[in-house]
């Protein structure tokens, strides 16, 4: 079942008068996929979520599953009447109920104890049923709350930030967990993160936001070789933005001047651009005129400089070649080894 958003906008009114928190956003969750909303806090993403799951009223535009409305500015049913599963931040189990009584809490018809236990075994709970949520680890709450989640077998489920709050180790076995799971059960999911390791660990797509917009939507290999601006560039490829001007066949920077053959794809009309750069595409060549090492990082076979410019400019390269800090080198990228776009 996918979810559709058509032209949402949403905002608040403040102190400071009216807030537009989202603009004309239009994308559809694939079925029986995870789709991610990625962006920093206030890009507007637990606000989309929280209008899917009916905890806001739709104030523009339309929200869709299955070909069918469930939500508009006309028509805002209660959360409990959506076909939508919701699993928060810090789980929100019920503390004076058992794990199992959590369970079938949104079970229809009741109690059910061979769903329950099945749901229970299937989240690496089994055995748990009659504890308190107190009496869980972190990890294991987040695990419960997605069996009481998933177990009336809603036709979609969304997740703000589930694994927030485990330390990083387990987050990393919980996002592998709960996406074979969510793929087993083939739910259509919509996970709210600000981590972009996250994000390409777990989704199928990917919803980038910025200032209540979409900026772009597509696969993590999309989003990480065919970026649609340096800021997405630099989330999920871990470039670097150099400011740039053209002057015939060179481009100016900073940093020193590059030859125009080291942009990949077209190259922007504007005499102005921003360079996505790579760390690991960079070349260092001795210059006694050029950019001193500031830092030099072992990372096993290679090394991350920090390399910095008279005025304070700083651009990161790794290399294998061995370098000192103090030492001084120009600082020139491969051949179409960098993504140009047109500044601003």
């Known amino acids: 079942m996918s979810l559709e958003f058509q032209h949402i906008a949403h905002a608040y009114t403040g102190r400071t008068g009216r807030v537009e928190a989202l603009s004309d956003i239009a994308f559809t969750a694939p079925a029986g996929k995870i789709t991610c909303l990625l962006g920093s806090s206030g890009s507007g993403k637990s606000t989309l979520l929280n209008l899917a799951a009916g905890l806001l009223p739709v104030q523009s535009g339309r929200i869709i599953v299955a070909g069918e409305e469930i939500a508009s500015a006309s028509r805002n049913p209660a959360p409990e009447a959506r076909p939508i599963g919701l699993v928060f931040q810090d789980g929100a189990l019920f503390p004076h109920m058992t794990i199992a009584k959590n369970i079938a809490f949104g079970l229809s018809g009741g109690r059910s104890d061979a769903v329950i236990e099945q749901w229970l075994e299937r989240v690496g709970l089994a055995g748990l049923g009659p504890r308190f949520p107190h009496e869980l680890s972190g990890g294991q709450q987040q695990r419960a709350a997605l069996a009481r989640a998933m177990a009336p077998e809603p036709q979609v489920l969304l997740m703000d930030e589930p694994f927030a709050s485990v330390d990083i180790v387990l987050r990393r076995r919980l996002r592998r967990d709960c996406r074979r799971l969510l793929r087993a059960a ?100 001795k210059d006694a005129g050029g950019l001193v090492v500031v830092d030099v990082h072992p990372l096993g076979v290679a090394s991350r400089l920090l390399l910095q410019t008279a005025s304070g400019e700083e651009i990161t390269v790794q290399t294998t070649a061995a370098v000192e800090e103090g030492a001084h080198y120009r600082v020139v990228p491969r051949d179409a080894s960098v993504r140009a776009f047109a500044s601003g």
């Open 186 to 285: 083939g739910t259509t999911t919509i996970l709210v993160t600000h981590d972009p390791e996250e994000a390409l660990d777990i989704a199928d797509y990917i919803a980038v936001m910025e200032d209540g917009r979409i900026i772009q939507f597509g696969s993590p290999e999309d989003l990480h070789d065919r970026p649609a601006t340096p800021s997405v560039g630099a989330i999920f490829g871990g470039a670097q933005v150099v400011a740039a001007k053209r002057d015939g066949d060179v481009l100016q920077t900073s940093l020193g001047a590059w030859p125009v053959s080291c942009v990949a794809g077209d190259m922007p009309s504007a005499s102005e651009v921003d360079l996505l750069v790579h760390a690991e595409t960079l070349d260092c060549i």
